[in-house]
């Protein structure tokens, strides 16, 4: 996936692979500039118009690839089988709607054979789902909090019961309190309607509480991918992963000093050669500036460098769902 | 982040070039104020004045492009030095208004509270009578002259800049590098001339060029009146009010002040537009 | 530490009228800061905590109470003195992009408190001192001709403490200067800080929302809620017993990044954040408290002390330790 702009291509997503089972909850992690909104909109289908481009690659959804569908046919998907929810809940919101017309109408567009009595009763449980009185429905968005504001933008993401819900930092902008709730929530509702995630975070807490399973991005590429188990106990990470893990102050050890990771993200006008993190990489030899690194894995924990101590594993898979 | 982009004004440029009208516009303009600065070498200034009436009336001919007027006055020598009139008297008035009216939103906007209130109030009261009545009255009370025309052009428009201004400086009012500059100790007219008010250029640049061409329109509007521009200097409003009288035989005389005023009006008001789209960094793709 | 602290603000409050009614954002706030020292404030957004950073350094007016530099009032202080005391205390700020006159270059900015302050007699030890400054904060000395667009949010964050050195401050308010960059950056920014420390001996008021980042820089901190101190605390002791239940919930609410079961996520508080405009008396917290009994809401909570130097504002110990303030 590339960003054509009047100054330079940037390649935001270089040959990202997951798949994301049913039910399941996968958290990208990355830093800003990653690419990791970059892979959400592609999935959407909701990048900018004529500037930003999927050059290669298939989006399978429930085994069809939507990479090549139409707008109309789209349309259909967004909403009902993928939904999207966005960092800032305060303008993810139609300020002069009242927020129960704004749930509707997501059951209007989709579940057309609905009665004005049935929707109504829908909107009613929803509210109460995501914890909000039903009789509030009646209010505007600006009399809401923000992190109730964020609970209604998940309730209409979540109206039609789609199969994936993508969630690019839907706590980032709350208080922690506040995003204890909302993460909770959004647990809660996993279970309930078997909804998977993929949760879009810089914030290895937020992961290791929601996730099950977790892909690192780096330069738009998944530098590490395997269940939360793996990425927080397992034997071996990717020298990124260590570095980040090394730049969180640790809340239960005194450290004097914290470790950050040397440098700066690479510029992505430019396609690396090789490894993209050899540049700031503490263990980098020659070859991985020359080089692609290669897949290793073990049971599933997958880390893309050339010096992990995990066997060779083959590399060869499309993005996929369900 | 080390490759350096293109500058903020090349970025700029490029996009204002792009908006192909707003940059014939520009020609055009470019060609008009050339004409007007070098009118004595291009024309004998003998020519604006000089009546003769034997040449009367005149239809267009080689000798003069556009006719002559109701004096026997060459109509194109007196074109071109009415761009010289009015783009003089506009660019001054225009510039007198952005002073005056820039200076005055820039404290109201800083300053908030009671300030804002006394000077938006006053500002909104000027803006409340149309700008042409209120330059007529002024003319009428001060005496119809060249520099009294200035002034009550400065008065008209004054109002329009303190507006723009203010609603500019408010968002950058609050940021956090004006506070950082509070911070160590920087006087108010330091924090008002080098930290906020190089970041409103944009829109006053583009307020400054929509200006003009109302400007041009009003002067030519009470020259028309009798108002502005007096006889015998030459001036597009007047000019058509002069050809006025004579429309019905000899049209030709009210083309060339009128061509005169709807192209300029329009070249500033393409270059004011394409340099809004240009300045707007949330247009940058 | 018996020497007079560096800043000390004794009762300050804070208030602005909205049409809602009088907002207490900064009410009746005394702490001490000693050179060399960070008192990390944490509270959620809307707590007051930005507002004390600029009341503490007068950018905002304070509705009422004192703040002693080394003992002496500057609240009171006239033009020409408050000149003087601009350079003894400066400010960071959150929000790398804003914070940087977007006309200005790198050197353009972090020359203009040294004018502004007459520092450098002349160009030349001007373009030393800049040199220096950009060398002490980590910034290659190419950059001294680039614009802040040009430049990420570490290096632009590196520029804002470039300025706020200029002057050579005695004491810096921090306000929430590493939570808008990733966690990578983040962290190159708090060496930067805590080495600045050591070598200049600043003070700093550490205003943040992470309570990862405040135990990792902080001496002592102090929880803010709506306006009001709840507990203030040497920074191991906090985190350790935290005694008020809104410090608790906030411990409790953290995210830890560890799959292991006892970091999993538990009790999460209800309720939301209010906003502090014509408080009742009494612990603003009562409302989502899970001990809350009436006695929270009938009158003003004082600070006690329940351990050296552990102060909470909490019903549940009152009884327990001497009062203060």
Redesign the interface.
């Known amino acids: 996936m590339e960003y054509r702009t009047d100054d330079a291509t940037v390649y935001a997503v270089n040959g990202v692979s997951f798949n994301v089972g049913k039910g399941e909850s996968l958290g990208l992690i990355g830093e800003t500039g990653a690419g990791k909104t970059s892979i959400a909109l592609s999935i959407m289908r909701l990048l900018p118009d004529r500037i930003g481009v999927i050059t290669g690659g298939k989006i399978l959804l429930d085994g069809t690839d939507i990479t090549a569908a139409g707008e109309s046919a789209m349309c259909d998907i967004r909403g009902e089988k993928v939904s999207m929810i966005f960092q800032d809940p305060m303008t993810s919101l139609n300020p002069v709607m009242e927020v129960g017309d704004q749930i509707e109408e997501v059951l209007l567009l989709h579940r057309p054979e609905m009665t004005v009595e049935q929707r109504r009763k829908k909107t009613d449980e929803i509210l109460e789902m995501i914890g909000i009185p039903a009789e509030r429905k009646h209010e505007y968005p600006h009399q809401f909090s923000g992190g109730m504001k964020q609970r209604i933008v998940i309730a209409i993401a979540l109206a039609c019961e789609p199969m994936l819900l993508l969630a690019d930092e839907p706590t980032t902008a709350l208080d922690v309190t506040i995003q204890a709730q909302v993460l909770e929530m959004m647990n809660g509702l996993k279970e309930k309607l078997g909804t998977s995630i993929v949760l879009i975070t810089h914030d290895f807490g937020v992961v290791a509480q929601t996730c099950d399973r977790v892909a690192v991005i780096y330069a738009g590429e998944v530098v590490e991918i395997g269940t939360a188990y793996d990425l927080f106990e397992g034997e071996d990470h990717h020298p990124y992963t260590q570095g980040l893990f090394g730049s969180i102050p640790n809340m239960n050890v005194d450290e004097e000093r914290l470790h950050p990771i040397e440098g700066l993200m690479p510029d992505p006008t430019i396609l690396a050669k090789g490894c993209s993190f050899a540049d700031r990489c503490p263990y980098a030899q020659e070859v991985c500036f020359r080089e692609k690194p290669h897949c290793r894995e073990k049971n599933g924990h997958r880390v893309f460098c050339r010096f992990s101590k995990y066997p060779e594993a083959d590399r060869e898979e499309d993005v996929e769902y369900e | ?1 080390e ?4 500058s ?1 004004s090349g970025a700029i440029w ?1 996009r204002f070039q792009k908006n192909k009208l707003a940059l014939i516009s520009l020609v055009i303009l470019g060609a008009i104020v050339l004409a007007a600065l070098f009118a004595n070498v291009l024309i004998d200034p003998e020519l604006v004045t000089t009546t003769n009436s034997s040449l009367r009336l005149q239809t267009p001919s080689a000798e003069h492009w556009f006719g002559t007027d109701l004096y026997g006055r060459d109509v194109l020598a007196r074109i071109v030095y009415g761009a010289r009139v009015s783009l003089t008297v506009s660019v001054t008035a225009v510039f007198g208004a952005l002073i005056v009216g820039g200076l005055l939103g820039a404290v109201a906007a800083y300053f908030g509270g009671h300030v804002e209130n006394i000077i938006m109030r006053i500002m909104d009261i000027f803006m409340a009578i149309p700008s042409l009545v209120m330059a007529i009255a002024v003319v009428a009370a001060l005496g119809a002259s060249t520099v009294n025309l200035v002034v009550a052009l400065i008065v008209a428009r004054a109002p329009q800049f303190a507006r723009v201004v203010r609603s500019a400086i408010l968002p950058i009012r609050d ?3 004006v ?9 108010h007219r ?1 924090i008002i001339l ?2 906020i008010l ?2 409103v250029l944009g829109p006053i640049i583009v307020q400054t060029t929509l200006q003009m061409g109302h400007c041009i329109i009003q002067i030519a509007g009470l020259s028309f009146v009798g108002l502005g521009i007096q006889p015998p200097t030459p001036e597009w409003g007047s000019m058509l009010s002069e050809a006025r009288e004579y429309m019905r035989r000899y049209s030709f005389l009210v083309v060339p002040p009128g061509l005169a005023i709807m192209i300029t009006v329009f070249c500033f008001n393409r270059i004011g537009d394409g340099l809004r789209d240009a300045l707007d960094p949330k247009l940058k ?1 | 530490m018996s020497e007079t602290p560096l800043i000390e603000t004794r009762h300050l409050k804070k208030f602005f009228s909205t049409p809602k009614g009088l907002l207490h954002a900064v009410d009746d706030i005394s702490l001490s800061i000693f050179p060399g020292q960070t008192l990390g404030v944490v509270g959620e957004s809307g707590c007051g905590k930005s507002t004390l950073g600029r009341v503490m350094i007068r950018l905002l007016p304070a509705t009422g109470g004192e703040v002693l530099y080394r003992g002496e009032n500057f609240l009171a202080y006239n033009g020409r003195r408050m000149k003087e005391m601009r350079k003894k205390v400066q400010i960071i700020f959150q929000d790398p992009y804003a914070s940087l006159n977007p006309r200005m270059t790198v050197s353009e900015i972090i020359a203009e408190p040294l004018k502004v302050c007459r520092i450098c007699p002349d160009k030349e030890s001007m373009q030393k001192k800049i040199r220096e400054l950009m060398d002490t904060v980590g910034l290659a000395p190419r950059l001294a001709n680039t614009y802040p667009h040009e430049l990420d949010g570490g290096r632009r964050q590196r520029i804002g403490i470039a300025r706020a050195l200029a002057v050579s401050p005695e004491f810096i308010v921090c306000d929430e200067p590493v939570s808008a960059l990733d966690v990578s950056i983040q962290a190159q920014i708090l060496n930067l800080l805590m080495d600045l420390q050591d070598s200049y001996k600043i003070a700093y008021l550490f205003i943040t929302h992470d309570l990862s980042v405040v135990r990792h820089i902080s001496d002592e901190i102090m929880v803010m809620y709506l306006g009001q101190c709840v507990e203030k605390a040497p920074s191991q002791e906090l985190f350790r017993n935290p005694a008020h239940p809104y410090t608790e919930a906030l411990l409790s609410a953290i995210p830890i990044p560890s799959v292991r079961p006892e970091d999993k996520m538990k009790n999460v508080i209800r309720g939301e954040l209010s906003s502090p405009i014509n408080p009742k008396p009494g612990c603003r917290f009562a409302a989502r408290c899970p001990y809350a009994t009436s006695a929270c809401t009938q009158q003003a909570i004082p600070l006690t002390e329940i351990a050296p130097n552990h102060m909470v504002a909490c019903t549940k110990y009152q009884d327990k330790g001497e009062h203060h303030g």
Do not use: W
Request: proline share 4%; aromatic share 8%; hydrophobic share 25%.
């Open positions: 982040m490759k350096k982009g293109r903020q490029f940021l956090e590098y506070e950082a500059a509070t911070a160590c100790g920087t006087s330091r080098r930290h190089p970041n793709n």
